[in-house]
């Protein structure tokens, strides 16, 4: 199986920054990407950001230009840096991974890390 463990969650005044880091550990063979996405107080989950094992990326229209997705295949880390900050940008943020374990993928989240931004 495979564990995703965020941090860097908090909360900061808008215009502020964050930067949100990810660390997959467990039993798996491949990781095909990694991500993040968010949920606020009654909405849906949506994507933020994703960043493949060939670092192509991806981001949600919402965070183009603001936010950007790293990541480290040797270390199976992902980061998001968050600037400009937003109260709409309050949310509880999940890690995302799809990792191959035995010979499946499937995807698996982290537990979340809260943002909130402040006006």
């Known amino acids: 199986q495979v564990q995703l463990v965020e941090s860097g969650g908090g909360m900061v005044q808008t215009g502020g920054s964050l930067r949100l880091s990810c660390a997959a550990s467990g039993s798996f063979g491949a990781i095909k990407a990694m991500g993040w996405y968010r949920q606020a107080p009654g909405k849906e989950r949506e994507l933020v950001g994703i960043?493949?094992?060939?670092?192509?990326?991806n981001y949600a229209d919402s965070v183009k230009g603001r936010f950007t997705i790293s990541g480290d295949n040797a270390k199976n880390t992902v980061h998001l840096q968050m600037n400009s900050l937003k109260p709409e940008d309050t949310a509880v943020y999940y890690c995302?991974?799809?990792?191959?374990?035995?010979?499946?993928?499937?995807?698996?989240w982290g537990q979340g890390t809260q943002v909130t931004v402040s006006s």
């Open positions: 960043i493949t094992s060939s670092s192509s990326t």
């Open positions: 995302n991974a799809e990792a191959k374990v035995w010979a499946t993928w499937n995807t698996y």
